[in-house]
């Protein structure tokens, strides 16, 4: 069904620290979800749409949010080392992959086993819909481009886009892939991951005019709903760019 609600963060001026929202893109009325003092970041919807998954920063755990009931969020990822920055999870609810002290790394939601670092050059990875590959960003010479790998990863990679590719997104169908240009065009691009992982040539569907910021090297600010809507973070002429929130992600209907 089409996509019902979203969650991001945004900075709060008074209290200044970010703070994860959600608002429903049927009534566009949003609903402040965190009130910690320290900032709140990174919002990861949970496959079944029920909570969301955010850092706190000065902690070393994943805090996990339930929409339902009114509780206040209890730390999921509590026994790590160190602070992770979260970037996807599988549509199994297993694994998480984020960055922790500069490596890319993917973790297992229930501890079973050891954690595995990918590619530190692996930049903001997104699993497909039937996770079996992750999509992101790669520094080739001096500018970004969007590859795919297979997930658990294999040596095997595949460079979708040609002329620079960042802010990757799988269509939740997973027949599909979308990226920006660096003239911030966005780019789709026809793919299977059945079997074995194969591509179309890039078609240009439209320029874009994304809010940018220093969150946006590390964070998506667009999202794709089911039925191929999108949903982008653009600046106003009131708004400095920086005090807009970056991080997206959609929850489907049906949950």
């Known amino acids: 069904g089409a996509g019902t609600s979203v969650a991001f963060e945004t900075y709060d001026r008074k209290a200044s620290s970010r703070e994860i ?8 009325s949003p609903v402040r979800r965190t009130f910690d003092p320290a900032d709140d970041a990174d919002p990861l919807w949970t496959p079944d749409g029920s909570a969301i998954l955010f850092t706190r920063n ?11 009931g009114g509780s206040a969020p209890t730390p999921f ?4 080392v160190s602070p992770l920055t979260t970037h996807a999870i599988s549509p199994d609810g297993k694994t998480i992959i984020g960055t922790r002290r500069a490596s890319t790394v993917a973790t297992e939601v229930d ?18 819909p039937n996770g079996r590959f992750i999509a992101y960003e790669l520094l080739e010479g001096d500018r970004l481009e969007a590859f795919v790998q297979p997930f658990p990863p294999t040596g095997a990679k595949w460079q979708v886009s040609r002329a620079g590719g ?13 990226f920006l240009t ?21 078609v240009a569907l439209f320029k874009t005019h994304l809010a940018a910021s220093i969150f946006t090297a590390f964070r998506h600010n667009y999202a794709v709903s089911r039925d191929g809507r999108f949903l982008m973070v653009e600046p106003t002429a009131t708004d400095r760019v920086e005090s807009l ?6 929850r489907a209907g049906g949950h």
Do not use: C
């Open 166 to 178: 960042r802010m990757v997104r799988w269509h939740p169908n997973g027949q599909e892939l979308y």
């Open 111 to 128: 501890g079973g086993a050891a954690e595995r670092k990918l590619a530190a050059s692996v930049i903001k990875p997104q699993f497909s």
């Open 182 to 202: 660096e003239d911030e065009t966005l780019m789709a691009v026809k793919v299977s991951t059945d079997a074995e992982f194969t591509f179309e040539a890039p």
């Open 245 to 250: 929130g970056v991080s997206t992600g959609w």
């Open 21 to 28: 929202w959600t608002m429903s893109t049927v009534s566009g």
């Open 77 to 80: 990822l509590a026994d790590t």
């Open 58 to 68: 000065g902690t070393e755990a994943v805090f996990k949010l339930a929409l339902e």
